[in-house]
């Protein structure tokens, strides 16, 4: 369950993701949610303090702890035991520093680094042989780097999990464990390129590592998906890539892991694949076919207003229900931790679909009634339509006179068709190949004979 809990304080609360989210982060990629929440005041103030102090008292971050104490409890003074603790983590820090010491003192120098990667003699058997260093202090490295993490130290923390990283055997439990606390680290630091990169390395691993079970591998991915959350919408490329994640599917692999996943352990994932489709204008007429249909599926499991946005348009045609529920998509956005950014951009792009499916099914629209669906006023509406056609290229003019926008011809360019007849060609060439290369092996001696191969939704061959 979710490792906080709040009272309502307003009714943007029903729809937020916050403490759900949470259960599947890391403690401290927790406390930006905090911060964020504390601004938005969807919460009482004392409950997301109180919140933020309970996850406190479970880090090495005592000083920030009583910092968040005396604001909750408008004091100076904090209890013996955050004192005590606070004498206890010194000492604890002060033991493993000297464990590592040696270690810390080559690592800490750039240039033998340096000369040691360019030799390649970056490794357990050479730091033994010619700095006395043994396995004991690597593996004491690893649980340095950890506390400097639950410290707060999240820059010494990434750089020494990468390290041990390197010194480490990288099919162990542990090397696993560090990849995932200098994503983490890197993600705090926002270090977005770096924290990227461990997040790939991490898919890769999770793809392709054996497991104690099915469900094991389930729940990883499930937690690379929450925090990738961050990279997906904090980077250049980030929602293009959130797209692929849940919607591609390679040749090898008919169904998607992580699509599974969202469907199994975390449908309110839905919401950010939903705004990711719409703000990419490029893709969304090729992928909202498979969302409408994810969010159908899903519907009674999870659902919102951005979910039911998309529903109103693309199923049922309820444009005056789509406005409606565009502006609680705007409050929702707002309120939302990774989306508040991309408020703009969705309502942009959200107009612009609404105005795209009106233009499927009318050729002649009142710009004053275009004016309400899109929650503009006339005038606005007005000079948006005509960017719109000014800019996208859009097959429609402005009769001023009558105050209407007429609809060209909306049917698809002989080249488009091209294109969407061929898209699948790839495929179909593979399964075909595949079909040949069976055949060939299981009646190597009738190579050459005619054979009749069917590719699915085609007619024989």
């Not at 993701?17 to 949470?22: G, K």
């Not at 964020?36 to 971050?61: A, H, P, R």
């Not at 990738?228 to 599917?249: E, M, V, Y």
């Not at 348009?313 to 229900?321: A, K, P, S, W």
């Amino acid at each position: 369950g979710p490792l906080v809990h709040f009272n309502d304080q307003s009714s943007m609360a029903e729809f937020d993701l916050s403490t759900t989210v949470a259960s599947y982060l890391d403690r401290h990629l927790i406390f930006p949610l905090f911060e964020f929440l504390q601004d938005k005041k969807i919460y009482k103030e004392e409950d997301v303090m109180k919140g933020k102090l309970e996850l406190l008292s479970k880090t090495n971050m005592v000083d920030f702890a009583k910092d968040t104490y005396k604001k909750l409890h408008g004091t100076e003074e904090v209890p013996e035991d955050m004192e005590r603790r606070r004498e206890e983590i010194v000492g604890r820090l002060n033991q493993l520093s000297t464990e590592v010491g040696p270690l810390l003192k080559v690592l800490n120098d750039t240039t033998t680094v340096a000369e040691l990667r360019e030799a390649k003699k970056l490794t357990p058997q050479h730091l033994q042989e010619q700095y006395q260093i043994s396995a004991n202090a690597i593996e004491s490295l690893y649980n340095y780097a950890k506390f400097q993490y639950e410290c707060g130290n999240y820059t010494g923390a990434a750089e020494y999990l990468a390290h041990y990283r390197t010194l480490s055997n990288p099919n162990s439990d542990r090397n696993y464990s560090a990849l995932w606390g200098k994503f983490a680290a890197e993600i705090l630091m926002q270090n977005w390129d770096k924290a990227q990169e461990d997040m790939n390395r991490l898919k890769e691993i999770i793809d392709n590592k054996t497991f104690a079970s099915p469900l094991h591998q389930l729940d990883q991915r499930t937690w690379l998906i929450h925090w990738s959350l961050f990279i997906f919408f904090n980077t250049q490329n980030g929602r293009n890539n959130l797209i692929d994640l849940f919607l591609q599917t390679s040749e090898q692999q008919r169904t998607n892991s992580y699509l599974n996943a969202v469907q199994t352990s975390c449908p309110h994932i839905i919401r950010y694949l939903t705004i990711a489709v719409i703000t990419n204008k490029r893709r969304r007429s090729n992928v909202s076919k498979e969302l409408v249909r994810i969010i159908q599926q899903e519907q009674y499991h999870y659902k919102d207003p951005i979910t039911e946005f998309v529903e109103c348009l693309e199923v049922n045609m309820d444009f005056e229900g789509a406005q409606q529920k565009l502006k609680e998509c705007e409050q929702i956005l707002l309120n939302d931790f990774f989306l508040a950014s991309c408020r703009d951009e969705f309502m942009e792009n959200a107009r612009f679909f609404i105005f795209e499916n009106y233009c499927r099914i009318h050729r002649c629209i009142d710009i004053g009634m275009m004016a309400d669906r899109l929650g503009m006023d006339q005038e606005s509406a007005e000079r948006w339509i005509v960017n719109l056609i000014r800019n996208s290229k859009f097959d429609a003019k402005i009769n001023s006179a009558e105050n209407h926008v007429i609809i060209g011809n909306q049917n698809p360019s002989v080249y488009q068709q091209v294109i969407e007849m061929t898209k699948a060609l790839s495929f179909k060439s593979h399964i075909l190949a595949n079909n040949i290369g069976k055949r060939l092996a299981v009646h190597p001696s009738r190579y050459g004979e005619q054979e009749t191969l069917t590719i699915p939704g085609e007619q024989e061959l």
